[in-house]
């Protein structure tokens, strides 16, 4: 039996399962292109993975609510032309760490707001999908603020209670900064993986870093 503090696990999945930067960075620069926008440099892109698109469209590209809901809407057409789990790999030693989690008898959950289908296209491509009770991602055909972090949060907590677990000590695997906000909204403590997108000052409120898989295993499994 696990000597895990957590009575369930979220997961943030691009950052933190899966590196899906191979076929985000190229669809942004298309979409940068379709509105003869400069393109940014893969440093200034790489901001945009994690965070909401709609958001980021917002406070990255200036553009204003109505003109980022339609970029993100053609961004999402190419990501349905190039499959969803194309050009996406797992980090080092985390099919592990999923593996070691179910079969210690805690149940899991993404909380991601990248579009639900396109997580349950990972999980599925990765045929990690078993390993989870839950799946939750951002509504499927929905742009909207409310699709934030604490959103797709929410919904995991939902999803796992009706599925009878226990969401009274969940933990959040996460590697930015909004993953560390949308969690406090819950009281929700946070893993932070170094691994991920985000910058070292992202971790702040974080009850710890992990540098490698086998150190969240560990963080995880006691």
């Not at 560390?180 to 870093?209: K, L, Q, T």
Request: proline share 5%; net charge negative.
């Amino acid at each position: 039996m696990s000597a895990s503090a957590y009575s369930c696990i979220l997961w943030d999945v691009d950052g933190t399962i899966a590196d899906a930067s191979a076929g985000i960075l190229p669809r942004l620069r298309q979409v940068f292109a379709s509105y003869e926008l400069p393109e940014p440099d893969a440093a200034a892109l790489a901001l945009w993975i994690g965070p909401p698109m709609l958001e980021s469209f917002q406070r990255w590209a200036g553009m204003d609510a109505i003109r980022a809901q339609e970029a993100v809407a053609r961004y999402r057409v190419l990501a349905a032309a190039d499959g969803y789990a194309a050009s996406v790999d797992v980090y080092p030693g985390v099919v592990d760490v999923l593996q070691s989690v179910h079969d210690a008898g805690i149940p899991q959950a993404t909380a991601s707001t990248k579009p639900e289908n396109q997580v349950q296209a990972i999980l599925d491509h990765y045929e990690l999908s078993p390993l989870f009770t839950a799946v939750s991602g951002a509504r499927v055909g929905e742009v909207g603020n409310s699709d934030g972090k604490a959103f797709v949060i929410g919904q995991a907590l939902e999803r796992l209670q009706a599925a009878g677990v226990d969401v009274s000590r969940p933990v959040l695997i996460g590697d930015r900064h909004h993953d560390v906000d949308g969690a406090a909204e819950y009281g929700i403590p946070v893993i932070f993986s170094d691994w991920g997108f985000g910058e070292p000052e992202e971790a702040e409120g974080a009850i710890m870093r992990v540098a490698d898989a086998e150190e969240l295993k560990r963080a995880l499994l006691g």
